[in-house]
Every structure is written in C-alpha cells, then in structure tokens.
C-alpha cells in the first residue's frame, strides 16, 4: 500500500498498524528494491524517529505479548541487529 499499512507477500497480506511499524516496513523494503542485505537496528531506529532505550524490532512487530504475523515470511533478521525483507 502507498502508506505502508499493508503489504503483500508470497501471497499472504499483513498489515500493520501503528506509525513506527509502517515506517520500519518503509524502510526494510527500499532497502529489498536496493538489493540490499538488511538494515541495522540503530539506523532503523534513527530514522523512524523513536526514542525508545531499547528499540527492539522484535519488540515493535508484538501486540500484547503476541508476536506479528509477518516475523519470520516477511520480516526477518539478517545477522547480529540487522533485519531485512523475505528470504
């Protein structure tokens, strides 16, 4: 979607509520069309603009204590504090 509240992937949709998720998928997925190897969690979290302690992607993509369905097909991590898109 235009304004990241949904994605389509591998046949699946997830969507994705709040501002910071959309902004994370945002920037995970221009970094995918870049050819990209995946984003740092300090960068991500600089440039979503959260002020969190302990900004966490794992953390962000959980809804009381329920971990969001695009963890693992879609979003995914890419080494030590990296995530990146799909496979």
Known sequence: ???????RWDGKTYTFD???QRK???LLWSD??????G???TFLQEHVGSEAL????????????????ALGPLI???G??????GA
Do not use: C, M, T
């Open 18 to 20: 709040g501002p910071l």
């Open 54 to 69: 302990r900004f966490r992607i794992d953390s962000l993509f959980r809804s009381k204590g329920v971990r969001h369905p």
């Open 24 to 26: 994370v998928v945002h």
């Open 80 to 85: 030590r504090d990296r995530w990146r898109l």
């Open 39 to 41: 984003l740092s969690v």
């Open 32 to 37: 995918y069309e870049k050819g990209g190897r």
């Open 76 to 78: 995914r991590k890419s």
């Open 1 to 7: 979607a235009p304004d990241d509240s949904w994605v």
